[in-house]
């Protein structure tokens, strides 16, 4: 069994020597990402990643959030994997590269959405004249304005946060939906408004107009 | 106390600072450095390298802060960081210095992908100097609709208040209230 920090063994190390062993057995990682906290495992056959696992997604968008853990432990556990049917193909490169492009996205999508347990309203000012939407933005739309989180919106239609928050992004883009804050995760209430309460507006025009 | 923001931004030598300055009740901070470069130097003695910052006080609970970005596009980076959390973004762009136009497109651009703050572009009209109309300029610099061009003198008070009354009704119809 190998185990220990992120801080001492960076995941690319760890996955390098699960590699370069040839191991087979389960990656168990847990840690924070720029998407909140992540937990689960990644089953290695002789060194190659053949499925993942975490309590949201399977597959390749579980290696790809699990891949994001910045700060976090460790676990490798050798075992049998014969029962796990394979569902990544992707060489250990390859996966890296897809939850960096994923990060990188991410960091542009930010410009927009400050987090993917945002809440957002529907908002009609402003927009274009015509917009055609696809029925998965239809979709999250139609979530989004429940008052769901981009995060309880990828759950229920078994997306990515990357893939919701994209669609998110356009839509904010085209003035269709708006921040309004952010949800604890844990608790589902809103811990973060954004912008200004009605009141306060208010009291501007008032005090401008006495300037 | 309760702190919000508004941005005033806009090409070099626009007015930004003038705008500020009209405004504020208390002295002006600015970070102001001698121009350079030939091409600013006819212009002005100097520029703004950082920001610019005015305070109004609303009342004993809130306060409304200022802020102007610098005018150079090398200077973007303090544009994101003061555009962040803004209630809203007002883009001056001086009516007669045509050079500076595709400048304001490039700015308004920047904010309209790096925020979803409501958007305003004041028109302001140095004396005696000809200048584009509302109209012109909405042509100019492609303007959606949702983006409304407001004239304005940023050295007179009142026109100052009036686009500033008028971007307030737009955070209002547009913003992020609650």
Excluded at chain 1, 58 to 80: C, H, R, S, T, W
Excluded at chain 2, 103 to 125: E, Y
Aim: proline share 4%.
């Amino acid at each position: 069994m190998l185990e220990g920090s992120l801080r001492d063994f960076s995941l690319d190390e760890v996955l390098q020597m699960v590699s370069m062993g040839e191991k087979t057995g389960r990656l168990e990682l847990k840690g924070e990402t720029p998407f909140g906290k992540k937990e689960g495992s990644i089953f290695f056959k002789n060194g190659e990643v053949i499925d993942a696992q975490t309590n949201e997604y399977a597959g390749e968008p579980a290696i790809v959030d699990l891949l994001n853990i910045k700060e976090g432990y460790f676990k490798f556990v050798p075992q049998d994997v014969s029962g796990i049917k394979r569902s990544v193909t992707k060489s250990i490169p390859d996966l890296v590269l897809l939850a960096t492009s994923k990060l990188d996205e991410w960091e542009k999508i930010k410009n927009k959405i400050s987090s993917v347990d945002s809440v957002f309203r529907l908002s009609t000012e402003g927009i274009p004249d015509r917009i055609h939407l696809s029925p998965t933005q239809w979709k999250i739309i139609s979530l989004l304005g429940k008052g769901l989180t981009i995060r309880e919106v990828a759950l229920k239609l078994n997306m990515t946060v990357i893939d919701v928050s994209k669609d998110v992004y356009g839509l904010v883009a085209l003035r269709i939906l708006k921040e309004v804050g952010e949800k604890d995760p844990d608790k589902g209430v809103m811990v973060k408004r954004k912008g200004a309460p009605r009141s306060f507006i208010a009291r501007l025009f008032e005090r401008f107009k006495r300037l | 106390m309760k702190r919000y923001k508004i941005i005033i931004s806009g090409p070099f030598a626009a007015g930004k600072t003038t705008f500020i300055q009209t405004i504020t009740e208390i002295a002006p901070i600015s970070t102001e450095a001698k121009t350079t470069r030939n091409d600013e130097s006819r212009v002005k003695d100097s520029t703004t390298v950082a920001m610019d910052f005015g305070r109004i006080t609303i009342d004993g609970e809130n306060v409304l802060h200022i802020f102007g970005t610098p005018g150079q596009f090398r200077f973007n980076y303090m544009w994101s960081i003061l555009g962040k959390d803004a209630l809203g973004i007002i883009v001056i762009v001086d009516s007669g210095a045509k050079e500076t136009f595709d400048d304001a497109r490039d700015m308004i651009n920047f904010f309209r992908v790096k925020t979803d703050a409501p958007i305003l572009v004041a028109l302001n009209q140095f004396d005696g100097k000809d200048g584009v109309s509302k109209e012109e300029i909405r042509k100019i610099l492609n303007l959606p609709k949702w983006i409304p061009v407001v004239e304005c003198n940023a050295k007179d008070k009142e026109s100052v208040k009036n686009v500033l009354l008028t971007l307030f009704k737009l955070i209002m119809a547009q913003g992020n209230v609650y």
